[in-house]
């Protein structure tokens, strides 16, 4: 069983392409024996707190492997978000439960990871797809982990003018690359850098417009304990 409490700090709160407030602090604790993993994790925002959003988010996460063949495994899981003070999602719903199935394999180097998310209180559907790549960096006793994401949201809820019958999406996609550094056998301290962006209220999924004004980049610095 493997056992890791982390602290990550933000320059920015992002989840999806939203901006959900400033410079934010977030511990959280993973239990992990290969096949299941558990967890809690949780967000404390603080600075330029966005108006009407909560401070504080916790969440509670779960999943399952289940080996397919050779590299390819299936990954059913969960997360329940919750949260505790502020108006609650979508101004009154104090929790939301995502249930999630993810499809896991390699081609060469790069792990990819096909996922459907959907929430079943706010009524979100999400399509994601993740690739990671691990470069080694020998000499300087790290690597750089880099990270790809490209997901689009469909919501409930249409936005005025949105044709009868048609379905808009949110489409959000996210390039980050971190170098952690081993501080003995069971610490690391992570530096990482992310650029994110998001299109809204598109006909279709995944459809990259974009400007400016829906791009943003941060920074973590993240210290991980092994227990």
């Known amino acids: 069983m493997t056992r890791l409490f982390t602290t990550d700090v933000v320059s920015q709160d992002v ?67 919750t949260l505790p003070w502020g108006p609650g999602f979508e101004g009154h719903h104090r929790s939301s439960t995502e249930p999630n199935l ?25 399509l994601e797809a993740n690739a990671t790549y691990a470069l080694p960096l020998v000499r300087a006793r790290t690597e750089l982990d880099f990270t790809a994401t490209l997901g689009a949201e469909r919501l409930q809820s249409e936005p005025a003018g949105t044709p009868p019958g048609a379905r ?13 550094f081993k501080l003995g056998k069971a610490k690391t301290l992570t530096f990482g850098w992310s650029w994110t962006g998001i299109d809204q209220d598109e006909t279709g999924a995944f459809r990259i417009g974009g400007g400016p004004e829906s791009e943003r980049g941060f920074a973590t610095l993240s210290f991980a304990i092994k227990f």
């Open 168 to 180: 808009t999406w949110s489409t959000y996609w996210l390039l980050g690359v971190a170098a952690p």
């Open 15 to 81: 989840f999806r392409g939203y901006l959900l407030g400033g410079a934010s602090i977030e511990p959280s604790l993973d239990f992990s024996n290969g096949k299941f993993d558990l967890g809690e994790w949780s967000n404390s925002t603080v600075s330029n707190r966005i108006q009407g959003a909560s401070s504080t988010e916790i969440e509670l996460y779960g999943s399952c492997t289940v080996p397919v063949m050779g590299s390819v495994s299936l990954e059913p899981g969960f997360t329940l978000y």
């Open 102 to 126: 993810a499809l896991n394999f390699t081609v060469g180097e790069i792990r990819l990871s096909p996922t459907v998310y959907e929430d079943i209180v706010l009524r979100v559907l999400t």
